[in-house]
């Protein structure tokens, strides 16, 4: 075993790095591109790392995120497993992506081409890292996210979303009046149960959840006076939208939704704000792009095995910067992401050294096939 990329991975999984709080590990990281002989290294003013080598075209930007979600996960070696928060989401493809990176410096010395590993913030919380990278960030030709795919499975798709915060504020008064007073709670959970009933009944696809709009309630909270009926109480719901629902249409759909209950369940005394707390649309990329091309030969060397394409039903950093930019992309890296988030998170560590070598090939690859196709 490579002893080098493990303990590198190892360090990394050991900073605690939940979205806000990079900042530490965006220090280790600038120490370490300059070792492995990056050529420019730089942060922009969110706090996106970014590291070059070379001076395209093609230009090859490769991109992960350093945040985690909160909680700490031990970090420890047990039966070929690195256990840590970060290690599958998504520190892992991360540390692959730079060391890919570096290994790559000789053929582009020899060929040309450029690659840029780009280290983001906030791909957990509000996407500042992702969004200031499209507004400020290096120029490129194609691009790879690292997310947790599986080593056999590239990401093609994801669906999109809405965040909502929905207040519901009724008139207050004394418990021992109930019978003639809204309870804020109450009307809160009959919305919810509204608004859920009409996503199953006129928006779940027969052909899955992928392509079937589906909501979560995440929160409720309530203020109430002691001895009084609730008057207030927030919902915040994530809405998952499929390709055939963009955010628009969907907070279309969610107004109608409100609208059509206040006019059935509301006393005039009764209000119901909508706060969209953030949206991203949903995104599915080519299939016979050259990134996907690259990657799926590069899986079939590495592994003997045939690269499955597939859809995830959540978001990334990919929804926002392949709505805005028409470039071939696409996400992949090592890691089941069932186990993201969890308080047992790990990566098979002969996924995580096969995956260098896989996003190594590839931009190889991307660099060959681009060359045949413009000439330069």
């Known amino acids: 075993m490579n002893q080098h990329p493990v303990e590198f991975l190892r360090n990394m999984l050991e900073i605690y790095s939940p979205s806000g709080k990079e900042k530490k590990l965006a220090s280790f990281l600038i120490a370490e591109f300059k070792d492995l ?3 420019e290294v ?3 003013r969110v706090g996106n790392l970014y590291g070059k080598i070379g001076g395209g075209p093609p230009r090859v930007l490769m991109c992960g995120h350093m945040d985690t979600v909160p909680g700490r996960v031990p970090v420890k070696i047990e039966d070929g497993r690195l256990y840590g928060r970060g290690a599958v989401d998504a520190k892992s493809s991360l540390a692959a992506m730079i060391l890919a990176a570096s290994d790559l410096s000789p053929y582009i010395s020899n060929f040309g081409g450029e690659v840029i590993v780009a280290c983001v913030v906030d791909e957990e919380g509000k996407a500042r890292g ?3 990278l499209i507004r400020e960030g290096p120029e490129a030709d194609y691009a790879i996210f690292g997310e947790p795919s599986g080593i056999e499975n590239i990401t093609f798709a994801y669906k999109g979303r809405l965040l909502l915060k929905i207040k519901c504020v009724t008139a207050s008064g004394h418990v021992g009046a109930q019978h003639v007073l809204s309870n804020a709670i109450e009307k809160s959970f009959e919305l919810w149960a509204g608004f859920k009933s009409v996503c199953e009944q006129q928006y779940k ?7 079937s ?6 929160d409720i909270r309530s203020l109430r006076t002691m001895g009084g009926i609730p008057d207030i109480c927030a919902l915040k719901i994530d809405l998952r939208l499929p390709p055939t629902i963009k955010c628009e249409k969907a907070v279309r759909i969610v107004k109608e939704i409100i609208e059509g209950f206040r006019k059935k369940n509301l006393q005039p005394s009764t209000a119901i704000d909508l706060k969209i707390i953030d949206q991203v649309e949903p995104y599915v990329a080519k299939k016979d792009s050259l990134v996907i091309k690259s990657l799926v030969e590069s899986i079939l060397e590495e592994t003997d095995k045939t690269a499955r394409l597939i859809r995830k039903t959540g978001t990334g950093d990919m ?3 392949g709505t805005h930019f028409n470039m071939p992309v696409a996400t ?4 089941n992401s069932h186990l993201s988030h969890t308080p047992n998170e790990y990566i098979e560590i002969s996924d995580y050294l096969k995956s260098v070598e896989i996003y190594k090939k590839a931009v190889e690859k991307i660099f060959k096939y681009h060359l045949e196709q413009t000439g330069k």
């Open 332 to 335: 992949y890296g090592p890691g």
């Open 130 to 132: 992702i969004r200031n």
């Open 205 to 211: 696809s027969p052909l899955g959840v992928f392509y």
């Open 213 to 218: 709009l589906t909501p979560t309630l995440i």
């Open 37 to 39: 002989g990056f050529e």
């Open 42 to 44: 730089w942060i922009d």
């Open 319 to 321: 929804n926002i910067f």
